[in-house]
């Protein structure tokens, strides 16, 4: 029987506590997983007067002390522009990356709200992140439909319990990450089987498996390299600084082989 969990990725999981993965697994009440780290894939870098800001492989604490240090030059509603600049520039065009299915058009608008408010919400404060399409999120524009046509025009009624607790924390949704169909590879034209190792599937595997809304999300390294099961999207913004963190489910390994893999 296929498991289904929860699994979070953050750009860089620091050694030293507390960073991204201890925050974010304070917040939601999980164990946190081993450190890991990626080369950088995108290199940006904001001036504010005498500092520099770097977005490349940063972290939870570092984003929110930027706002907490620069002050009124670099803001939480500044973290979401860059990366929704980001996204725009790598997912819908350059190389296309086709790891967003979609962006909010209120989460700049909730960003600059919260930095108004002038108080900390919370753990996750001021940090924009991505929701796998599989996960209901209310009131933001956007549509869960698990990657799929047969849901398109999907509106949720209320957030899931795991989008209640990351907004609670501070956390601004900026869209859904792109997914395989359904999470399971409902596809015309299923790939390799999910025993095979996942060196295999890099040698093997080309044809991805895609998503109805979204199509291949690609491998920001190598664009011509597959990405694997359901969670594609996740890995692969988060692996091209699209994102400092997304949320990606699990459905029997495939969240595991798309870390590898991405």
Not at 92 to 116: K, M
Not at 131 to 140: E, F, H, V, Y
Not at 153 to 166: H, M, S, T
Not at 174 to 195: C, I, Q
Request: include cysteine.
């Amino acid at each position: 029987m296929a498991s289904y969990s929860l699994h979070i990725l953050a750009s860089q999981l620091p050694m030293a506590a507390p960073g991204t993965a201890d925050v974010l697994h304070k917040t939601l009440g999980i164990e946190p997983k081993s450190p890991a780290s990626r080369p950088s894939a995108v290199q940006a870098a904001v001036s504010c007067g005498f500092d520099t800001f770097n977005y490349t492989e940063t972290t939870i604490d570092k984003l929110q002390d930027a706002i907490k240090f620069i002050g009124e030059v670099l803001t939480g509603a500044n973290h979401a522009q860059h990366y929704l600049d980001v996204i725009d520039q790598l997912n819908h065009n350059g190389p296309q990356l086709n790891a967003v299915i979609e962006t909010s058009p209120t989460a700049l608008a909730q960003a600059i709200a919260q930095d108004r408010n002038g108080t900390r919400s919370g753990l996750l404060h001021g940090i924009p992140i991505l929701i796998k399409d599989n996960i209901a999120t209310s009131g933001d524009g956007l549509t869960a439909c698990a990657g799929s046509f047969a849901m398109e025009g999907n509106i949720a009624p209320r957030d899931a319990f795991l989008v209640q607790k990351l907004r609670a924390a501070g956390a601004i949704v900026l869209g859904h990450a792109n997914m395989v169909e359904w999470a399971n590879w409902r596809t015309l034209s299923e790939s390799v089987d999910w025993r095979y190792h996942p060196l295999l599937l890099t040698m093997f595997h080309t044809n991805s498996p895609r998503s109805a809304r979204g199509g291949i999300a690609k491998n920001p390294y190598v664009l011509t390299a597959p990405t694997t099961g359901s969670s594609s999207g996740s890995g692969s913004t988060v692996a091209a600084n699209m994102i400092p963190v997304a949320i990606g489910t699990e459905t029997g390994l495939w969240f595991v082989v798309d870390m590898r893999i991405e």
